[in-house]
């Protein structure tokens, strides 16, 4: 059985750092790609970062760009989202999801409407303080 489990958030101060993680059991991560996505209350699901095996590639959202870096350590089946210089507005219930993406397609874009992610995590609540 698949599962995606992320660690615990936590409580942050504007300008602080957060590291979070997705452990994947039930899959061999090398051949999908993985992503986090967020979500505030009363705001629509927003795509935060994916870090992509089949395109070697990593992605993120506007919000996020500069402050906040994915990484995945395949032989561990873990991916991580490194958070850096927090602000108020990333706080959220934050997600990771994975897609079956096997094979190497240089250039594909993680995020796409046309591959959808299928497995999602519980979530974990990330607050921040200004």
């Known amino acids: 059985q698949v599962r995606l489990v992320e660690s615990v958030g936590g409580l942050a101060q504007a300008g602080d750092s957060l590291r979070l993680s997705c452990v994947a059991s039930?899959?061999?991560?090398?051949?999908?790609?993985i992503a986090w996505f967020r979500q505030a209350p009363g705001k629509e699901r927003e795509e935060v970062a994916c870090?992509?095996?089949?395109?070697?590639?990593?992605s993120y959202g506007n919000s996020v760009k500069g402050r906040f870096s994915i990484s995945a350590d395949n032989g561990k089946n873990t991916a991580y989202l490194q958070m850096n210089n927090l602000k108020p507005e990333d706080a959220a219930v934050y997600f990771c999801?994975?897609?079956?993406?096997?094979?190497?397609?240089?250039?594909?874009?993680?995020?796409?409407?046309?591959?959808?992610?299928?497995?999602w995590g519980q979530g974990t609540q990330v607050t921040v303080s200004s």
């Open positions: 870090f992509s095996n089949s395109g070697r590639d990593t």
């Open positions: 999801a994975k897609k079956y993406s096997p094979g190497y397609y240089p250039g594909r874009p993680c995020f796409s409407p046309d591959r959808q992610f299928d497995s």
């Open positions: 039930g899959l061999t991560l090398d051949y999908f790609d």
